[in-house]
């Protein structure tokens, strides 16, 4: 059955209006009780810095913002490999009645509670116990969070060097020129040829056409040999370059310099002429972008195509640059410039996928990924789905947004309906349009780009028949089947064409960002037939997109885990806990900088995407307890129901999960050799369920004997642990 995007994109958006109009209603008069009676601490505490009462749409538009990072963009597109309408299900069902209930309850009790962080309401609505575990809890899901979004964006800028297995073989198009060159004292580098042949096995199914050009990297001493099928045999230590994105890399940097300028102006130039300063910096970000296109050939090139170390290393520099600067001066206007291209290339992209109607390539269930074995996550889709799509169904992450700035600056409490639940909703419809995106990739093209090179040969040799399956799929442009081709002729595949119009190696670039980039400029481009010259634009206007937010998240997170460590350090010594000392600022940032840095340098999108998805759903877990306690303490007990269920499917969930990571890829780390991260990522991860242990523990004990009288804390509450 062929299924296409406007029928699914049309019944999401009918679903997600009904599940506002009616379920959030009765949260809102049943469940949290909220009353435009009582006075918010917006006014209670207002200062004109961290509490300010606020419009209600400049606060959805502040809350959307900081809750919407690349998470829902990038765990949809991931879960393709499931399939299409495992993730669809579980973003429409989980956000309506998991995801958009966890925020809306966590922000209307913080809000009745004097504005307290998620920390501290567990601790005067559980006990101490289970704030200590929830203040741990939460230092860890930023740095994981942390790492899950910046190995994003490297797997997208950065170079890579992908390793070729020693003994396969390098077949030239008939009639092509061998060419190499050689640098004193460095590797000899051979320019293959497009129409190039891979053969790592005896089978048809084992081997992959290079429809593109690239450069092979061997050791100085060595050079490629004749192999007797013909071809040349790879020797050991035989890399295929990977160029990092220059022009995507061009385009980030030019951000915070707009960025430094946008709060400049609003802030000193014209202050208070926030929207004026934000469509000028949109409009700056627009033209940057375009000009990124003549970065790559020109003698900027190399100053912006950066390997990946080089792209760590300047991330994690500019993390901690920007968690120390004052906040005006950096986070604040990417903040604003953030919101304005998020929300309306949210909008650009629901009217695209409408008028293109693009037909969703991706099967609706994948039988060959359904048990595990998949290229991004290699598990079931029970427990996997619910791990890798997260942001857009249920996230943990954001509980610490509805229980930080946003409590403080609601007007009255009815507003919480909008802020908390509206804006999950949009987030959940932000990834209903990145799967879309990626479900309308045709099949070879999505798995060329989620497929890692270096892990190809034995990826497609441990799944015979998704081989044969990947090889039946090949096509080229036209719509020809690589065996109708005459003779010697290379097919010419979209994605190579791809690669010609944006300027960039697209194959084995795992991680999402890539995929996703591609969808959008598909979709871009059949929405507005006659305008193709522009995909190369639309590509790095995606990456840009993609990425500003990442960042946006990075700097904010880091300030955040700053704020913690600094806590933790002041109980050790004081002046170490002085958030205006510089030397205690920095040396906290350090540590943070240094914890998700190490996770990007030394894993991978398959390893930290699983390590983010599940410390992610355990702090829902926390946050949903959390709330749930507070109900049975205020004598709504009959209403939680609503919160234990989502609450008992993610444990369920994270807890597979967690023995399937344990069990298996860890404990295959340390077979395998790599004892430290092995024990090191078990660790962590019985770390994190422990803390959700001591709180559920806490918790229930409550539940079955609750007090008669609220906690202190409820109305009348001193602001505390902002």
Same mark, same amino acid.
């Given at each position: ?118 920390? /501290? ?183 912006? /195509?950066? /390997? ?29 410039? /953030? ?384």
């Amino acid at each position: 059955m062929t299924m296409h995007a406007m029928p699914v994109m049309v019944g999401v958006l009918a679903v997600l209006t009904i599940a506002l109009r009616f379920y959030s209603r009765f949260l809102a008069a049943k469940v949290a009780a909220l009353d435009d009676t009582r006075v918010t601490p917006a006014y209670r505490f207002e200062d004109g810095q961290n509490f300010d009462p606020t419009n209600r749409w400049v606060l959805f538009g502040h809350h959307f913002a900081a809750i919407s990072g690349a998470g829902p963009l990038i765990g949809p597109v991931l879960a393709i490999q499931f399939g299409y309408l495992p993730g669809l299900i579980w973003i429409v069902v989980g956000v309506c009645l998991a995801g958009a209930v966890q925020d809306m309850m966590v922000l209307a009790l913080s809000t009745q509670r004097g504005g307290r962080s998620l920390a /501290s309401l567990a601790r005067t609505e559980i006990g101490r116990p289970a704030g200590i575990a929830a203040t741990i809890a939460i230092l860890y899901i930023i740095i994981i969070a942390l790492a899950g979004l910046g190995v994003v964006v490297v797997k997208a800028l950065g170079g890579e060097e992908v390793a070729m297995k020693a003994g396969t073989v390098l077949a030239y198009p008939e009639g092509a020129e061998v060419k190499s060159t050689m640098t004193v004292g460095g590797p000899r580098v051979y320019d293959v040829p497009p129409g190039s042949k891979y053969r790592f096995g005896a089978d048809a199914e084992h081997a992959m056409d290079f429809h593109e050009s690239f450069r092979l990297a061997v050791p100085g001493d060595q050079f490629l040999t004749s192999a007797p099928e013909g071809g040349f045999l790879l020797p050991e230590k035989a890399r295929r370059l990977v160029p990092g994105s220059s022009w995507g890399t061009f385009t980030i940097a030019m951000t915070i310099p707009i960025a430094l300028f946008v709060g400049w102006y609003m802030y000193k130039l014209r202050p208070g002429k926030v929207v004026e300063a934000s469509l000028i910096g949109a409009a700056m970000v627009l033209a940057v972008t375009g000009l990124g296109g003549m970065v790559p050939g020109s003698p900027l090139e190399p100053y912006f /195509s950066l /390997s990946r170390g080089w792209t760590v290393a300047a991330l994690a520099a500019y993390g901690f640059i920007a968690a120390v600067l004052p906040v005006w001066l950096l986070l604040l206007p990417r903040d604003y410039l /953030s919101s304005f291209l998020k929300i309306g290339t949210i909008f650009l992209l629901v009217a695209g996928v409408i008028i293109a109607n693009p037909k969703l390539e991706a099967p609706a269930v994948n039988p060959f990924f359904a048990n595990g074995g998949g290229p991004s996550f290699n598990g079931p889709i029970f427990p996997y789905v619910f791990i890798c799509i997260m942001c857009g169904a249920i996230s943990g992450f954001h509980s610490l947004v509805a229980s930080g700035t946003t409590p403080k600056m609601i007007r009255r409490e009815s507003d919480v309906r909008l802020i908390g639940y509206g804006s999950m909703l949009m987030e959940g419809l932000v990834g209903v349009v990145a799967l879309i995106a990626a479900a309308a990739l045709p099949t070879a093209m999505y798995y060329d780009i989620n497929i890692d090179l270096g892990k190809r040969p034995d990826f497609l040799a441990q799944n015979p028949d998704f081989a044969q399956f990947l090889k039946a799929a090949e096509f080229d442009m036209h719509g020809g089947h690589a065996h109708d081709l005459a003779p010697g002729t290379a097919p010419t595949s979209e994605l190579a064409a791809m690669e010609r119009d944006v300027q960039e190696s697209l194959h084995g670039r795992t991680g999402g960002a890539v995929t996703l980039a591609v969808g959008m400029a598909r979709i871009f481009t059949e929405a507005l037939p006659g305008l193709g010259a522009l995909k190369g634009f639309w590509y790095h206007f995606a990456i840009m997109f993609e990425a500003l937010f990442i960042l946006t998240t990075i700097d904010a997170g880091t300030r955040i885990a700053r704020f913690l460590v600094q806590e933790m350090l002041g109980r050790a010594w004081k002046p170490l806990g002085d958030l205006d000392w510089a030397p205690a600022s920095m040396l906290a940032t350090g540590l943070v900088v240094l914890g998700w840095g190490y996770f990007i340098a030394t894993g991978s999108v398959e390893t930290i995407w699983p390590m983010f998805g599940l410390a992610n759903q355990l702090l829902a877990v926390i946050a949903l307890a959390v709330v749930t306690t507070a109900l049975y303490n205020s004598g709504r007990g009959r209403y939680a129901w609503t919160t234990i269920l989502p609450m008992a499917f993610v444990v369920t969930t994270t807890a597979t999960a967690a023995y399937y990571e344990i069990s298996g890829k860890f404990m295959g780390m340390i077979r395998a050799g790599d004892v430290a991260r092995g024990w090191l990522n078990i660790g962590l991860t019985a770390l994190m369920i422990g803390c959700v242990a001591v709180i559920l523990a806490t918790s229930v004990a409550r539940w079955i004997a609750p007090r008669p009288a609220a906690l202190e804390g409820e109305a009348g509450a001193e602001p505390s642990g902002a």
